[in-house]
Protein backbone atom coordinates (compact mmCIF):
# COMPACT_ATOMS: atom_id res chain seq x y z
CA UNK A 1 0.00 0.00 0.00
CA UNK A 2 1.39 3.59 -1.11
CA UNK A 3 0.50 6.36 1.66
CA UNK A 4 -1.96 7.87 -1.28
CA UNK A 5 -3.84 4.56 -0.91
CA UNK A 6 -3.65 4.85 3.07
CA UNK A 7 -5.07 8.42 2.85
CA UNK A 8 -7.89 7.56 1.37
CA UNK A 9 -9.22 5.12 3.63
CA UNK A 10 -8.75 7.62 6.61
CA UNK A 11 -10.40 10.46 4.68
CA UNK A 12 -14.21 10.30 5.09
CA UNK A 13 -15.32 12.03 8.05
CA UNK A 14 -17.10 10.14 11.61
CA UNK A 15 -15.17 7.07 11.05
CA UNK A 16 -14.42 5.28 14.15
CA UNK A 17 -10.89 3.65 14.37
CA UNK A 18 -9.26 1.37 17.49
CA UNK A 19 -5.86 1.89 17.44
CA UNK A 20 -3.57 -0.99 18.87
CA UNK A 21 -0.19 -1.91 19.44
CA UNK A 22 2.47 -4.45 20.56
CA UNK A 23 2.23 -6.17 24.02
CA UNK A 24 5.36 -4.61 26.44
CA UNK A 25 4.69 -1.40 24.45
CA UNK A 26 7.80 0.70 24.43
CA UNK A 27 8.25 4.73 23.52
CA UNK A 28 7.84 3.61 20.10
CA UNK A 29 4.96 2.31 20.09
CA UNK A 30 2.86 4.55 22.73
CA UNK A 31 4.07 7.73 20.86
CA UNK A 32 2.84 6.32 18.00
CA UNK A 33 -0.57 5.65 18.83
CA UNK A 34 -0.63 8.23 20.79
CA UNK A 35 0.33 10.66 17.66
CA UNK A 36 -2.18 8.83 15.19
CA UNK A 37 -5.10 9.13 17.42
CA UNK A 38 -4.51 12.87 17.88
CA UNK A 39 -4.37 13.08 14.47
CA UNK A 40 -7.31 11.65 13.30
CA UNK A 41 -9.32 13.50 15.84
CA UNK A 42 -8.47 16.49 14.63
CA UNK A 43 -9.54 14.96 11.02
CA UNK A 44 -12.95 14.48 12.56
CA UNK A 45 -12.78 10.82 13.41
CA UNK A 46 -13.93 9.24 16.68
CA UNK A 47 -10.61 6.64 18.17
CA UNK A 48 -10.47 4.20 21.18
CA UNK A 49 -6.62 3.33 22.10
CA UNK A 50 -6.49 0.10 23.86
CA UNK A 51 -3.82 -0.96 25.33
CA UNK A 52 -4.52 -3.32 28.17
CA UNK A 53 -0.97 -3.12 29.33
CA UNK A 54 -0.75 0.67 29.39
CA UNK A 55 1.19 1.69 32.56
CA UNK A 56 0.62 5.35 33.55
CA UNK A 57 3.53 5.70 35.06
CA UNK A 58 5.57 5.37 32.48
CA UNK A 59 3.56 6.98 29.51
CA UNK A 60 1.04 9.04 31.48
CA UNK A 61 3.23 12.27 30.60
CA UNK A 62 2.58 11.73 27.14
CA UNK A 63 0.26 14.31 25.16
CA UNK A 64 -3.10 12.53 24.49
CA UNK A 65 -2.14 9.95 26.46
CA UNK A 66 -6.14 10.30 28.18
CA UNK A 67 -7.01 8.57 24.64
CA UNK A 68 -6.19 5.34 25.79
CA UNK A 69 -8.92 3.20 27.62
CA UNK A 70 -8.90 1.94 30.78
CA UNK A 71 -10.72 -1.36 29.79
CA UNK A 72 -8.83 -4.49 30.49
CA UNK A 73 -10.97 -5.72 28.04
CA UNK A 74 -11.35 -5.38 24.59
CA UNK A 75 -15.24 -4.14 23.15
CA UNK A 76 -16.01 -5.33 20.06
CA UNK A 77 -19.26 -3.25 19.51
CA UNK A 78 -18.55 0.05 22.05
CA UNK A 79 -20.76 2.02 23.78
CA UNK A 80 -21.20 5.71 23.06
CA UNK A 81 -18.66 6.39 25.70
CA UNK A 82 -16.03 5.00 24.71
CA UNK A 83 -15.63 7.32 22.10
CA UNK A 84 -15.12 10.95 22.35
CA UNK A 85 -17.27 12.45 21.29
CA UNK A 86 -18.95 9.69 19.16
CA UNK A 87 -20.66 6.50 19.17
CA UNK A 88 -21.42 3.26 16.65
CA UNK A 89 -19.18 0.41 15.85
CA UNK A 90 -15.31 0.06 14.56
CA UNK A 91 -14.55 1.16 10.57
CA UNK A 92 -10.65 0.36 11.01
CA UNK A 93 -8.56 -1.65 13.50
CA UNK A 94 -5.15 0.36 13.07
CA UNK A 95 -2.02 -2.00 14.40
CA UNK A 96 1.18 0.23 15.13
CA UNK A 97 4.39 -1.09 15.40
CA UNK A 98 3.71 -4.70 15.59
CA UNK A 99 5.41 -6.93 13.29
CA UNK A 100 3.56 -9.75 13.66
CA UNK A 101 -0.34 -10.17 14.82
CA UNK A 102 0.90 -12.67 17.85
CA UNK A 103 2.23 -9.69 19.22
CA UNK A 104 -0.60 -7.56 19.86
CA UNK A 105 -2.72 -8.37 22.83
CA UNK A 106 -6.15 -10.58 23.32
CA UNK A 107 -5.95 -12.17 19.70
CA UNK A 108 -9.47 -13.87 20.17
CA UNK A 109 -11.10 -10.42 20.37
CA UNK A 110 -9.37 -9.09 17.79
CA UNK A 111 -10.14 -12.27 15.52
CA UNK A 112 -13.85 -11.95 16.12
CA UNK A 113 -13.54 -8.10 15.09
CA UNK A 114 -11.81 -8.35 12.49
CA UNK A 115 -14.12 -10.68 10.70
CA UNK A 116 -16.58 -7.48 9.24
CA UNK A 117 -13.39 -4.77 10.36
CA UNK A 118 -10.27 -4.53 8.33
CA UNK A 119 -7.04 -4.00 10.02
CA UNK A 120 -4.38 -1.22 8.89
CA UNK A 121 -1.00 -2.38 9.51
CA UNK A 122 1.53 0.20 9.90
CA UNK A 123 5.02 -0.95 10.87
CA UNK A 124 9.14 -0.05 10.30
CA UNK A 125 10.03 -3.70 11.28
CA UNK A 126 11.42 -5.20 7.80
CA UNK A 127 10.46 -9.04 9.80
CA UNK A 128 6.67 -7.93 9.05
CA UNK A 129 4.10 -10.62 8.78
CA UNK A 130 1.90 -8.55 6.44
CA UNK A 131 -1.25 -9.97 8.19
CA UNK A 132 -3.13 -6.21 7.65
CA UNK A 133 -6.03 -6.26 4.87
CA UNK A 134 -3.93 -3.09 4.56
CA UNK A 135 -0.27 -3.30 4.89
CA UNK A 136 2.21 -0.46 5.33
CA UNK A 137 5.44 -1.36 6.15
CA UNK A 138 8.84 0.90 5.90
CA UNK A 139 12.77 0.50 6.80
CA UNK A 140 12.83 3.65 9.09
CA UNK A 141 14.74 4.55 12.46
CA UNK A 142 10.96 4.09 13.89
CA UNK A 143 7.31 4.11 13.46
CA UNK A 144 7.10 8.07 14.75
CA UNK A 145 9.35 8.37 11.93
CA UNK A 146 7.29 7.01 9.48
CA UNK A 147 4.43 8.71 10.64
CA UNK A 148 5.68 11.65 10.42
CA UNK A 149 6.37 11.74 7.01
CA UNK A 150 3.09 10.30 6.33
CA UNK A 151 1.10 13.04 8.30
CA UNK A 152 3.33 15.87 6.31
CA UNK A 153 2.59 14.26 2.53
CA UNK A 154 -0.82 14.42 3.47
CA UNK A 155 -0.96 17.73 4.23
CA UNK A 156 -1.57 17.24 8.07
CA UNK A 157 -0.23 20.32 11.05
CA UNK A 158 1.82 18.30 12.75
CA UNK A 159 1.06 20.57 16.52
CA UNK A 160 3.12 20.77 19.45
CA UNK A 161 1.64 17.77 21.13
CA UNK A 162 1.54 15.23 18.27
CA UNK A 163 5.47 16.77 17.37
CA UNK A 164 6.21 15.83 21.37
CA UNK A 165 4.46 11.94 20.61
CA UNK A 166 7.05 11.72 17.64
CA UNK A 167 10.08 13.20 18.67
CA UNK A 168 10.00 10.70 21.97
CA UNK A 169 8.96 7.44 19.66
CA UNK A 170 11.81 8.37 17.23
CA UNK A 171 14.37 9.48 20.45
CA UNK A 172 13.60 6.25 22.37
CA UNK A 173 13.90 3.77 19.35
CA UNK A 174 17.49 5.30 18.15
CA UNK A 175 18.94 5.13 21.82
CA UNK A 176 19.07 9.10 21.67
CA UNK A 177 20.39 8.91 18.10
CA UNK A 178 23.06 6.99 19.57
CA UNK A 179 22.08 3.33 17.47
CA UNK A 180 22.98 2.78 13.81
CA UNK A 181 19.18 3.22 12.68
CA UNK A 182 19.83 6.82 12.81
CA UNK A 183 19.98 8.35 9.42
CA UNK A 184 20.21 11.61 8.16
CA UNK A 185 16.44 11.65 7.49
CA UNK A 186 15.66 10.91 10.79
CA UNK A 187 17.82 13.69 12.46
CA UNK A 188 16.30 15.81 9.80
CA UNK A 189 12.56 14.57 11.66
CA UNK A 190 13.75 15.16 14.97
CA UNK A 191 14.90 18.56 13.95
CA UNK A 192 11.50 19.34 12.30
CA UNK A 193 9.96 18.29 15.10
CA UNK A 194 11.24 20.23 17.53
CA UNK A 195 10.95 23.31 15.22
CA UNK A 196 6.92 22.18 15.41
CA UNK A 197 6.91 22.62 19.06
CA UNK A 198 8.41 19.30 20.29
CA UNK A 199 9.39 19.30 23.82
CA UNK A 200 12.62 17.81 23.83
CA UNK A 201 13.56 18.56 27.40
CA UNK A 202 10.58 16.70 28.75
CA UNK A 203 10.93 14.11 26.24
CA UNK A 204 14.92 13.24 27.70
CA UNK A 205 13.74 13.59 31.23
CA UNK A 206 10.88 11.43 31.06
CA UNK A 207 12.51 8.52 29.07
CA UNK A 208 15.96 8.81 30.70
CA UNK A 209 16.06 11.20 33.77
CA UNK A 210 12.99 9.23 35.88
CA UNK A 211 14.26 6.53 37.20
CA UNK A 212 12.64 4.76 40.43
CA UNK A 213 14.73 2.73 42.78
CA UNK A 214 12.81 -0.30 41.42
CA UNK A 215 14.59 0.94 37.84
CA UNK A 216 17.90 0.61 39.63
CA UNK A 217 17.08 -2.49 41.96
CA UNK A 218 16.66 -4.20 38.93
CA UNK A 219 19.95 -2.89 37.20
CA UNK A 220 21.59 -4.30 40.48
CA UNK A 221 19.84 -7.47 39.93
CA UNK A 222 21.03 -7.89 36.29
CA UNK A 223 24.16 -6.81 37.14
CA UNK A 224 24.72 -9.17 39.83
CA UNK A 225 23.74 -11.90 37.33
CA UNK A 226 25.92 -10.81 34.36
CA UNK A 227 27.56 -13.94 32.85
CA UNK A 228 30.00 -13.10 29.71
CA UNK A 229 31.62 -15.25 27.25
CA UNK A 230 34.46 -13.61 26.42
CA UNK A 231 35.68 -16.21 23.58
CA UNK A 232 32.44 -16.02 21.53
CA UNK A 233 31.94 -11.76 22.63
CA UNK A 234 28.86 -11.88 23.94
CA UNK A 235 26.70 -11.55 27.26
CA UNK A 236 23.80 -12.05 29.03
CA UNK A 237 21.92 -11.81 32.39
CA UNK A 238 18.60 -12.72 34.12
CA UNK A 239 16.16 -11.78 36.22
CA UNK A 240 14.08 -14.35 38.30
CA UNK A 241 10.46 -13.88 38.52
CA UNK A 242 9.06 -12.43 40.83
CA UNK A 243 11.43 -9.19 39.79
CA UNK A 244 11.19 -5.48 40.17
CA UNK A 245 7.95 -4.01 39.26
CA UNK A 246 9.98 -1.34 36.41
CA UNK A 247 10.13 -0.45 33.06
CA UNK A 248 13.70 -0.49 32.99
CA UNK A 249 15.93 -1.96 30.41
CA UNK A 250 19.43 -3.17 31.93
CA UNK A 251 20.32 -4.86 28.59
CA UNK A 252 20.73 -1.00 27.54
CA UNK A 253 23.41 -1.05 30.46
CA UNK A 254 25.16 -4.30 29.65
CA UNK A 255 25.50 -3.57 26.48
CA UNK A 256 27.94 -0.93 27.02
CA UNK A 257 30.75 -3.90 28.26
CA UNK A 258 33.50 -3.30 25.47
CA UNK A 259 33.89 -7.22 25.96
CA UNK A 260 31.07 -8.40 24.22
CA UNK A 261 29.08 -7.73 20.92
CA UNK A 262 25.91 -9.61 21.86
CA UNK A 263 23.59 -8.92 24.55
CA UNK A 264 20.71 -10.60 25.83
CA UNK A 265 18.76 -10.18 29.14
CA UNK A 266 16.53 -13.08 30.65
CA UNK A 267 13.45 -11.73 32.27
CA UNK A 268 10.63 -13.65 33.83
CA UNK A 269 7.67 -12.24 33.73
CA UNK A 270 5.36 -14.60 35.03
CA UNK A 271 6.16 -18.27 36.27
CA UNK A 272 7.11 -20.26 32.94
CA UNK A 273 7.10 -17.20 30.96
CA UNK A 274 10.21 -15.47 29.92
CA UNK A 275 10.54 -12.72 27.69
CA UNK A 276 14.14 -12.11 25.99
CA UNK A 277 15.98 -9.05 24.70
CA UNK A 278 18.62 -9.16 22.68
CA UNK A 279 21.33 -6.34 21.14
CA UNK A 280 23.93 -6.95 18.63
CA UNK A 281 26.66 -4.08 18.53
CA UNK A 282 28.62 -5.62 15.65
CA UNK A 283 27.33 -7.65 12.35
CA UNK A 284 25.47 -10.26 13.88
CA UNK A 285 21.79 -10.68 13.11
CA UNK A 286 19.05 -11.14 16.10
CA UNK A 287 16.41 -10.47 14.24
CA UNK A 288 17.08 -13.47 12.01
CA UNK A 289 18.68 -15.64 15.40
CA UNK A 290 15.02 -14.76 16.87
CA UNK A 291 12.78 -16.02 13.94
CA UNK A 292 13.13 -19.80 15.36
CA UNK A 293 12.35 -18.92 18.08
CA UNK A 294 9.02 -16.86 17.22
CA UNK A 295 10.77 -14.05 18.11
CA UNK A 296 11.61 -11.13 15.70
CA UNK A 297 12.45 -6.87 15.52
CA UNK A 298 15.09 -5.72 13.77
CA UNK A 299 18.99 -7.23 12.80
CA UNK A 300 20.34 -5.43 16.16
CA UNK A 301 17.49 -5.27 18.36
CA UNK A 302 15.05 -7.82 18.56
CA UNK A 303 12.87 -9.93 21.01
CA UNK A 304 11.48 -13.17 22.06
CA UNK A 305 8.98 -14.48 24.79
CA UNK A 306 9.50 -18.26 25.09
CA UNK A 307 6.88 -20.74 27.79
CA UNK A 308 9.57 -22.57 29.88
CA UNK A 309 11.32 -22.67 33.12
CA UNK A 310 14.01 -19.62 33.40
CA UNK A 311 17.01 -21.89 33.46
CA UNK A 312 15.78 -23.72 30.31
CA UNK A 313 14.86 -21.21 28.03
CA UNK A 314 18.67 -19.65 28.89
CA UNK A 315 20.08 -23.26 28.15
CA UNK A 316 18.11 -23.30 24.93
CA UNK A 317 18.44 -20.05 23.68
CA UNK A 318 21.92 -19.66 24.39
CA UNK A 319 23.23 -23.22 22.80
CA UNK A 320 21.60 -21.73 19.55
CA UNK A 321 23.49 -18.53 20.15
CA UNK A 322 26.93 -20.45 20.65
CA UNK A 323 25.86 -22.60 17.38
CA UNK A 324 24.72 -19.69 15.78
CA UNK A 325 27.99 -18.10 16.30
CA UNK A 326 30.15 -20.60 15.74
CA UNK A 327 28.84 -21.47 12.45
CA UNK A 328 29.70 -17.75 11.23
Known amino acids: MIPSDLFDLLLPKQQ ?40 RREFGWMPGNELVTDHSILRIEPSASDFVGGNGTYNFVISLDASNFDRIPQNQQLVSLLKSVPLINIDHHMDNSHYGAYNYVVDLSSVGELLFQLFLSWGWEVDASVSTCLYAAICSDTGRFLFDNTTGSTLIAAGALINRGADRHLVSRKIYESKSQADFSILLLALKNLVVNESLRYGYSFLPFPNPDTKAKPIDFIRQCADIDIALIFQEVEENVVKISLRSKESFDVQSFSSQFGGGGHKKASGIILKGSLDDVIQRVIDALESSINSI
Request: aromatic share 10%; glycine share 4%.
Open 16 to 55: NFLLVTHKFPDHDAIGSLLSMAQMLKIQGHNVTCWVPDFD
